[in-house]
């Protein structure tokens, strides 16, 4: 088994010797997202099942039920009560500041036929729908921070015809090397629009320790050291210093301007960044 802390809350189960190996991050097994949730019971379920009962699993079995699961997710998908999404996030509109669900509202109404999204954590799917292939790469599970960007000029590079949006957490952009993936970009020719959901902080690391300790002295205290990232630098200067278009964002009504700016910007030849302070809740 995996030692990471925050499994041993949510199993006790024990492999044998030789048995299968997991590891799950956090960011897997949250419910934070609909795909999530498809992960969160194949990884949680399944396998934590068939290993307490000291099965070994092996690859096939993993990607069957994994079909099995995308089929069953296929149903659910179209189920969904799309429309309640849809207000709860049109019910930011009136926040200080944009939410998360307001900014990918947006970002959904300026996307297009040739838009391919790739987003390292803050999408929320339930506020974005495709409905074509290969329009939306998520992280890898295979990958750790710093995918999404290099990631995005790969497939700009790939596809130069199609508008590329990375989509990625402040603390996402920091370890992509936002210096050296703006340098390539602008070496290479690759124009993408990069959108910081900028909330100043790693929250999935604060969201981690609440979960392990719910009642904990970070809890208490309202203290979560090495989670800030903040006060907030001003990121879409970074991209400027490459002859990108940079905007930085801080009410709801501004983020649709700046994402269609941004995206005139990209149509024309130039990388862009939109740094948009936001965050999940309204405080
Ligand atoms: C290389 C690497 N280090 C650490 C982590 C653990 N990790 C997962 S999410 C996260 C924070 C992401 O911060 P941000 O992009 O700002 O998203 P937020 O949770 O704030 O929305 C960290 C540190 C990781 N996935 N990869
Ligand atoms: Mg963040």
Redesign the pocket.
């Known amino acids: 088994m995996c030692g990471a802390m925050w499994l041993r809350p949510l199993t006790t189960c024990k492999a044998k010797s030789g048995a299968a190996t997991l590891n799950a ?3 897997q097994i949250s419910p934070a997202s609909f795909e999530t949730e498809i992960r969160q019971e194949l990884l949680l379920k399944k396998l934590m099942d068939a290993l307490s009962a000291g099965l070994y699993v092996s690859d096939e079995e993993i990607q069957r039920a994994y079909r099995e699961q995308v089929e069953r997710a296929k149903i659910r998908y179209l189920q969904l009560p799309r429309a309640r999404f849809a207000a709860e996030a049109e019910a930011q509109a009136g926040w200080p500041r944009p939410g ?1 669900a307001w900014v990918t509202r947006r970002l959904q109404e300026v996307i297009d036929e040739s838009t391919i999204v790739v987003n ?3 999408i929320d799917r339930r506020h974005l729908a495709f409905d074509r292939p290969g329009a939306f790469f998520g992280q890898p599970h295979s ?4 995918w999404a960007l290099p990631a995005a000029l790969g497939i700009k590079l790939g596809a130069p015809d199609r508008t590329v949006i990375a989509a ?8 992509n090397e936002p210096v050296a993936c703006h340098l390539a970009a602008r070496q290479q020719g690759l124009p993408v629009l990069t959108v910081i ?3 100043q ?8 320790t609440l979960a392990v300790h719910p009642d904990g002295h970070a809890q208490a205290s309202g203290r979560f050291p090495l989670t800030s ?1 903040g006060p907030a630098p001003r990121y879409e200067e970074i991209v400027r210093a490459f002859d990108g278009h940079g905007e930085r964002v801080e009410t709801p009504a501004e983020v649709g301007p700046a994402l269609r700016r941004a995206l005139a910007a990209v149509r024309e030849g130039r990388q862009a960044v939109v740094n948009v302070l936001c965050g ?1 809740a309204r405080d």
Do not use: I, T
Not at 143 to 146: D, I, Q, R, Y
Not at 168 to 175: E, I, K
């Open positions: 991050k956090l960011s998360f390292e954590y803050p990958s750790g921070l710093g990625l957490g402040d603390g996402a952009y920091l370890f959901y900028n909330n902080q790693w929250e999935a690391v604060k969201q981690s990232l999940r």
